[in-house]
């Protein structure tokens, strides 16, 4: 059973950092690219970063580059997600992803961020 838990998530100030945290069990993690979407009130769910199974390549939205680094350890399951120089339009609702066809996609239940002052 595939099962994604991310962690990490809470309030900081403008310009803050946080690491995101995803745990990933129950399939092949180091076969699998993974990504981050968030989601903000009221907004579509958007995709934030991707890593491709090795780490070797990352893509980023253009909102979050040279802010946001996603990264992997594959000795531990875990995917991250660190965030640097946070604004207030980065508050949403994080989730993990793992996409193994179109009808194999599967996410976390998401952690909170709130950058706030």
């Known amino acids: 059973q595939v099962q994604l838990v991310e962690s990490g998530g809470g309030l900081v100030q403008p310009g803050g950092s946080l690491r995101l945290s995803c745990a990933a069990s129950?399939?092949?993690?180091?076969?699998?690219?993974m990504r981050w979407y968030r989601q903000a009130p009221g907004k579509e769910r958007e995709l934030v970063a991707t890593i491709t199974s090795a780490g070797g390549t990352t893509t980023y939205a253009d909102s979050m580059q040279g802010r946001f680094t996603i990264s992997r350890d594959n000795a531990k399951n875990t995917v991250y997600l660190q965030m640097n120089s946070l604004k207030p339009e980065d508050t949403a609702v994080y989730y993990c992803?793992?996409?193994?066809?179109?009808?194999?996609?599967?996410w976390g239940q998401g952690t909170q961020v709130t950058v706030s002052s």
């Open positions: 129950g399939f092949t993690f180091s076969s699998y690219t």
């Open positions: 992803n793992a996409r193994f066809s179109i009808l194999r996609d599967y």
